[in-house]
């Protein structure tokens, strides 16, 4: 190495990012177990997978840090060869945790897919949706296990990958490999988000109920813009092949890819649990509004003051109180069963809307409750 060093260092930038984005992750992802456990009473594979995502984020976040402390973000020129050695064996173990990340986020949201298409009562939902939804989950399942193995094999030996020593002639074209993995990571972010258009406009639901539904699955434009941002960072990254080690400098120019890959894995496990925190941000909303509007009523004081006045009730006036309290009794119980009946076939007919968390209010007919 030479004994004069730039003193460029990226590293600092990228070790607080990569905190703040898995700290936003993780409490989403609380929030969600908790909304799931203690509100809607459901945990369902999309919340197991969820939940891998995030413990494997958190070993990606590890990664990262080590990557920092062994020199990532700064010129290789400024390192030692241990060092630079060091930091490409880190890379190579944070692109395989990532790898299995984004994955694991894939299969929470088709999972999430397929239970809402396998309750849907069409053909279209039982059928092509579900049969759609598997295809999709073999595919990327597939491609996420070769690009796994490509990464761990890209050398012969397997050292190879992170040992600047070494003869490196029988290494793939590492940046071609992670340009054409990215690409294809784009092109399935957006078959994830154009996927459930089709369902939500199947759903039997009013308009506005449904324009809430897109706009909640509408999110995941986020990841998929954050994956083609990464894109184009590996693209205006990557060294060229067989190119000399000290003029790839790798830790300096393709620094901010794992940060790139940060973002789009935390804010993909965001936007995969914003669906299942409605239910909570409905509890919290109706809590409010309902102390808020309790407090204002001027019903209650009327009511109250009413309850606080003496009654009275002797020789005819009374029996003629008792036969009326009779008889409002007997309507208020075939009002309690005709509302009772009315309830249950209106539950018979949302049954297949029962994931997307859609139930009956008094106010307004249907309303979106969670995507549970």
Not at 173 to 184: E, G, L, N, P, R
Not at 198 to 224: C, D, S
Not at 239 to 264: C, F, G, T, Y
Not at 328 to 340: F, G, K, M, Q
């Amino acid at each position: 190495m030479s004994s004069g060093g730039s003193g460029e260092n990226k590293g600092s930038l990228i070790h607080r990012s990569s905190i703040i984005l898995y700290v936003l992750a993780a409490l989403f992802v609380l929030l969600r177990l908790y909304t799931r456990h203690f509100i809607v009473s459901k945990f369902g594979l999309d919340d197991l997978m969820i939940f891998v995502a995030i413990i494997i984020a958190a070993f990606q976040t590890a990664l990262i840090l080590i990557l920092i402390q062994h020199g990532w973000g700064k010129h290789v020129s400024d390192l030692s060869v241990p060092d630079v050695n060091d930091t490409l064996f880190y890379r190579w173990m944070f692109m395989l945790a990532y790898f299995f990340t984004l994955w694991a986020v894939k299969m929470s949201i088709l999972a999430l897919y397929w239970r809402v298409a396998s309750r849907m009562r069409t053909p279209l939902g039982t059928g092509i949706y579900c049969r759609v939804t598997i295809a999709l989950t073999v595919v990327m399942t597939a491609h996420a296990i070769s690009s796994i193995l490509v990464e761990i094999f890209q050398c012969a030996p397997i050292m190879a990958a992170w040992d600047i020593e070494k003869e490196l002639h029988c290494c793939i074209d590492v940046a071609t490999f992670h340009t054409i993995q990215a690409s294809t990571n784009a092109v399935t972010d957006i078959i994830l988000l154009i996927f459930p258009i089709r369902i939500v406009y199947e759903l039997q639901i009013p308009p506005k109920q449904k324009a809430a539904l897109f706009f909640v699955f509408a999110v995941g434009i986020i990841p998929v813009v954050a994956g083609l941002v990464r894109l184009g960072e590996i693209v205006r990254s990557n060294p060229k092949h067989n190119e000399p080690w000290e003029r790839q400098d790798i830790n300096w120019k393709w620094a901010m890819v794992p940060l790139r890959s940060q973002v789009e894995v935390c804010l993909g496990i965001v936007t995969a649990s914003l669906p299942s925190l409605n239910p909570l941000f409905k509890k919290l909303v109706s809590g409010l509004t309902g102390r808020g509007r309790s407090a204002r009523s001027p019903y209650n004081s009327v009511r109250m003051r009413r309850q606080a006045r003496p009654q009275r009730a002797h020789g005819l006036g009374h029996v003629g109180t008792e036969t009326y309290a009779k008889s409002n009794a007997t309507a208020s119980i075939d009002r309690a069963e005709s509302r009772e009946r009315i309830l249950e076939t209106e539950r018979r007919q949302s049954s297949e809307m029962s994931d997307l968390g859609i139930h009956k209010t008094r106010s307004e007919g249907e309303s979106l409750r969670d995507i549970a």
